[in-house]
Each structure stands twice: as structure tokens, then as C-alpha cells.
């Protein structure tokens, strides 16, 4: 039997970090979210034009300045990644300082994101 995902009792104990790829006339863009899986509110990063390391790495410091998101860091985090593993080094580099863990779960990830990528799709079908 497979085993469920924890359950986060508190704010920040995991936070599944993604992006989404959206076109448009100019050529594709990439949108960048986290979503704190106790409160399940998302913090919305940014939009880039690729989703290069650069890219991904910016927006994770992004990410470590938004002020809902600080406000609960002092219990430290665990940030949930899907993919990118060959940046563990990068990441690592930029939570350790603030207290973060890095986690890797395709299944996790998705699990967290799912409720906010399906309500972002509900807004856009009743728009």
C-alpha cells in the first residue's frame, strides 16, 4: 500500500515550488508560483521568458523575500521541487542561510500544486 503525503501542521513546513508554461503572441513564457501547503496560499513570483536555471534560481530568491512568505520562516521550511535536481547545489545555497530544506518529489510537488493549478484553470473556464 502506497504511503500518503505528510500533512503540514503548520505554516512553511512544506512548500511546493512550480511554474507553468503559458503562450502567447510573443512566444511562450514561463510563470512562476509556491504555494504553502498548510494555508494553501500561493505566492505569485514571477514570469519569465524561459525556464533556464537563471531563471529558476531567481525567482527561489524571490521567493525568500516575499513578506507572507518571511513572516512565518522562523520555524524553518521545506521546499518541494518536482524537477531540477542538478541545481540541489544552487538551491541548497540559497535556503540554508534562511533556515530551508530541499526536497525533491515529482508526486509531492504535484500533489501540492494541483488545488492551485486547477483553480487557476476554473477562473480562466468561467472567465
Same mark, same amino acid.
Do not use: W
Given at each position: 500500500?502506497?504511503?500518503?503525503?505528510?500533512?503540514?501542521? +503548520?505554516? !512553511?513546513? *512544506?512548500?511546493?515550488?512550480?511554474?507553468?508554461?503559458?503562450?502567447?503572441?510573443? @512566444?511562450?513564457?514561463?510563470?512562476?508560483?509556491?504555494?504553502?501547503?498548510?494555508?494553501?496560499?500561493?505566492?505569485?513570483?514571477?514570469?519569465? +521568458?524561459?525556464?533556464?536555471?537563471?531563471?529558476? !534560481?531567481?525567482?527561489? *530568491? %524571490?521567493?525568500?523575500?516575499?513578506?507572507?512568505?518571511?513572516?512565518?520562516?522562523?520555524?524553518?521550511?521545506?521546499?518541494?521541487? @518536482?524537477?531540477?535536481?542538478?541545481?540541489?547545489?544552487?538551491?541548497?545555497?540559497? !535556503?540554508?542561510?534562511?533556515? @530551508?530544506?530541499?526536497?525533491?518529489?515529482?508526486? %509531492?510537488?504535484? *500533489?501540492?500544486?494541483?488545488?492551485? !493549478?486547477?483553480?487557476? $484553470?476554473? =477562473?480562466? =473556464? $468561467? @472567465?
Amino acid at each position: 500500500m502506497k504511503k500518503p503525503f505528510p500533512k503540514a501542521k +503548520r505554516h !512553511l513546513e *512544506y512548500v511546493a515550488f512550480f511554474h507553468f508554461q503559458v503562450s502567447t503572441k510573443e @512566444g511562450p513564457c514561463f510563470i512562476f508560483v509556491a504555494v504553502d501547503a498548510f494555508s494553501q496560499f500561493a505566492f505569485s513570483l514571477g514570469v519569465e +521568458r524561459d525556464e533556464s536555471p537563471k531563471s529558476i !534560481l531567481k525567482n527561489i *530568491y %524571490f521567493l525568500m523575500e516575499q513578506s507572507d512568505f518571511v513572516k512565518y520562516i522562523d520555524l524553518g521550511f521545506t521546499l518541494v521541487l @518536482g524537477e531540477h535536481e542538478e541545481l540541489s547545489d544552487e538551491i541548497n545555497a540559497i !535556503l540554508k542561510p534562511v533556515n @530551508g530544506n530541499l526536497l525533491f518529489s515529482k508526486g %509531492f510537488n504535484s *500533489y501540492l500544486s494541483n488545488p492551485v !493549478l486547477k483553480s487557476f $484553470r476554473d =477562473s480562466l =473556464s $468561467r @472567465g
